[in-house]
């Protein structure tokens, strides 16, 4: 069995790299072009700014799932082959 550390964002964005990239940076993405739009269109920041907090807090909360996801199926696929 390994420890808990080989599970690292690199190996997970290196077996998952869609699924990785969709859910850690797309949304930190969305919410920058968020921002552009309100600064570009002279609307209320606070509105944009908000979205892009709850947007970035998203990310943080899928990613932190996935690690445990890609932990979980790391430890069945050693179980497998032990």
Known sequence: MTDNGDVTFRKMLREWPVQTSLFSFGPVVLAAAQL??????GSTLTYHALFGVVMVAFAVLVTR???????????ENESRNF
């Open 36 to 41: 552009l739009n309100g600064f570009y269109f």
């Open 65 to 75: 799932h996935h690690l445990v996801t890609f932990r979980i199926r790391q430890l």
